[in-house]
């Protein structure tokens, strides 16, 4: 067996505004979330994600997050802002994750909110570009700050790239891509000064940290 050194992709998340994102892809940002569902305290406003789209379309990868939206919200969404990605994070089911990439030319990642193994077997049903594993915390639809068993990640067949999300932050982001060993990692509460408000230094070290982890000798499978 080899050693799996590879550097993650950095998706940092709940950027709502033009200058918060331009700190996060001059922080080594694969990938820029902006949350549409009103009901997120980090929620980016349309003009706002606009202005980003138009600054850093051909820099990053532009994520829209949605929480159960309908097809035509998504579709106009992308069309409006120039997305690349959209995450659903809601129940959207399979055939939904099918029709958005259909619709929006974008490339989806699926999203679960993690209790235990039942969870990581059941997203396999959804052939998407990519999986998001989070925590799971009861009425909360990510932005939680809290963690999730990382081993339980183990049972993720890796036929889709996975995203590692839930909890992240500087202190604890080179033990979690050592475990899990991510296609990518996630982050929003673990890198702000408060909801919606990144912090450039937590940004910078938690880049650090991510390339640190990967730098971990754990064997590959």
């Known amino acids: 067996m080899g050693v799996d050194t590879t550097i993650p992709k950095i998706k940092f998340c709940g950027i709502t505004n033009p200058g918060d994102a331009e700190l996060a892809a001059d922080a080594g940002a694969w990938a820029l979330g902006m949350i549409l569902w009103p009901g997120s ?3 980016c406003r349309l003009q706002a994600a606009i202005e980003i789209g138009a ?3 051909r820099r990053v990868e532009l994520v829209g997050v949605f929480v159960n939206p309908t097809l035509d919200q998504v579709a106009r969404a992308a069309d409006e802002i120039g997305l690349t990605m959209i995450q659903l994070h809601g129940e959207e089911g399979p055939v939904f994750c099918g029709e958005v990439a259909r619709r929006t030319g974008c490339r989806v990642i699926k999203a679960a909110r993690v209790r235990s193994g039942a969870d990581i077997q059941a997203i396999g049903a959804f052939h998407t570009d990519f999986h998001l594993l989070d925590s799971y915390v ?3 639809h990510g932005g939680t700050g809290e963690t999730f068993a990382w081993d339980l990640a183990h049972a993720h067949a890796r036929g889709v790239r996975l995203i590692l999300s839930g909890g992240l932050n500087p202190g604890n982001v080179a033990e979690a891509v050592a475990a899990v060993r ?3 990692v996630d982050v929003a509460s673990g890198v702000e ?6 912090d450039p230094e937590k940004l910078l070290a938690f880049a650090a940290a991510s390339s640190f982890g990967a730098g971990t000798a754990v064997p590959a499978s």
Do not use: E, L
Not at 193 to 198: E, M
């Open 41 to 43: 305290p980090r929620r």
């Open 193 to 198: 000064i408060r909801p919606g408000r990144k």
């Open 182 to 184: 991510p296609y990518a």
């Open 55 to 57: 600054v850093h379309r």
């Open 138 to 140: 009861h009425g909360i």
